[in-house]
């Protein structure tokens, strides 16, 4: 056991993984000699060469479709996107082939291969460096996507996505890359998906949230705390498949449900969450859904003020939790 | 006429494939001719709404893909690919049973439309609509092969319309890169449905290959004996570890882009009519013929018996059943995946 903060995690367990298994490979945009613009393959091209560590033409398109291919022969490639926003250039490759190959063969193939993306804002990025790309991969029936909030989870959730048989998209949020810490077992573990953390207990209202928002969440609800007011805060982790069982057991224990995300509001994931509550629990509640989200404007301008009118804050939060509390 | 330059009457043995190889070629030539008329026939039904003919594209198909060793090398075809994907091991009936998008067809039990051909058993990649993806796939899967030090080469086809998709220019860059055992062939039949080749392709399809740092060839894809023998150099040197190459075989299609075209809107009668004198299954004729393999009463009972072949296998298709309903969710995950 040791402590962590994720962006290390996700290092050590990938460096683990390709030393446990050969079939592992990584290829992207500087993953070689420069280990990833945020140091996730350092020394990875030291240890594995050039074979498995492989420095792509900078072309998403490109980096998607040969995973693929590799995927198909049996290796087990982990895509790099060096950001989420740059992603879309391959997006056809993901969501036309990696994602549909298993359906339309009918079992014949499939596409064991994990894609990695830092995304998310609050990091200074703007509009390109920002990005929330989860609801539009996990719309896509065949892949499935996950977000780690913490390094233990990070560890346990990429060891899964390797042995995942499906793709998988992974998404690491940048700014909890350093700011998040967390310990971290020695030994090999998996994180299953499709299963959510109650993190926080708490009996007045329930906040259901993932990533980056995690952690804001249960900063607001232990500010909360000292008035009385008790949240109970669930980390999603993974967005497809969506764990909406451990969500409406909490709802319908709280009566008050708030849905929190950084993308744009309009049909973000949260937007799911909030509709399966509507659809499932209407009957629970005591008040109306309530979410909280990015304003509807391209993610994100990059003035300090711009952007922070962009991204709920934990002043916020809390002001949003304490309304709908007192409701 | 095809070898009428008289130089020579057994290019063939030069090109090291013996008299069963041409035999079997032609048989296969005229296995995906009479696919494709029986196609159309049960499209002018109503029993098959979508048809993706190849007519016109045999040569340049079977040539290109005897080149290929089956059982070892892979195919990543493209949507025209009926002809080679006879050659790569469906059977005409299981051509049929895609056509009807019935539960045994072997591409995707009924999932997907016609011609959008593979099986694992068979070394065929799935395929999809979305032109020239499969180009990538192919790279992946020769990087693959390489890092593996197999000695399998990867073929992939597309039309000339597909190069000009990203994903085809990303497969020639990383092949050319990493010397891939891949060999990517353009089947050039001059138009992109309704798009000609001068608006589609600057300078030429065979001259892209220079900038990517691989040999590229051009022939006379309506002769089965040269797309044979371009696409087996290129083959042989992707197993000698020597890297990619393209192949650029011209040909021309008889019919419409598919069933829900209308070529008369963008293609000339006496265009079609000239190209359809130059149809490879005649000239293949004429050489076996030269080279007295075959002759008339041959050709005969070889045409009688793929009509035959075709039409039965067609009949069982048409019997076969069509997927449950109640397998619908089946294999979007390798396991089901509620969604509440
Ligand atoms: C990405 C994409 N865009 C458009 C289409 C529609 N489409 C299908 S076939 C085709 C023309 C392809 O022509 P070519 O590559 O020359 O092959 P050919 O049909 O002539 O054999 C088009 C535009 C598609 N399937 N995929
Ligand atoms: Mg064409």
Redesign the pocket.
Known sequence: MSEKNLVQTVHDTLFDEMKRDDRVLVLGEDVGARGGVFRVTMGFLDEFGEDRVIDTPLDECLIAGVAIGLAIDGMRPVAEMQFADFSFPGF?QIVQEAARIRYRSNGDFSVPMVIRAPYGGGVHGALYHSQSVEAFYAHVPGLKVVVPSTPYDAKGMLIQALEDPDPVIYLEHKKTYRLIKGEVPDERYTVPFGKAELRRPGSDLTVISYGLMHHLCVEAADRLSGDGIEVEVIDLRSIFPLDIDTVLESVGRTNKAMVVYEDNKFLGAGAEVAAQIAEHAMFELDAPIKRIAGPHVPAMPYAPTLEHWFMPSVDSLEQEMRKLADY | MANGNGSSNDRHTELGLKEEDLVEMYRFMLLARYCDERQWGLNRQGKAPFVVPVSG?EAAQVGSAWAFERGKDVFCP???DLALTLVAGFSPKDVFLGLFGKKDDPSSGGRQMPAHWGARDRNIITGS?????QCLHAAGIALSKKLKRSDAVVGTW??????S?ADWHGAMNFSGIHKLPLVLVV???????S?H?SK?VAGSVHGRAAGYGMPGAVGDGNDVLESYKLTKEAVDRARAGEGASLVELLTY?HYS??SDDDDRTYRKKEEVEEWKRKDPIPRFEEYLRSVDLIDDAKIQEMRDDAKTTVDEQAKEAEQADFPDPSTGYDNVYAERVEVR
């Open positions: 056809n | 594209h493209y949507y025209r609509s979305p032109i020239a993806t597309c039309g000339e319309g597909g190069t998709e089947e050039n039949n001059q138009y992109a449905i798009v080749v589609q299609r882009h598919t």
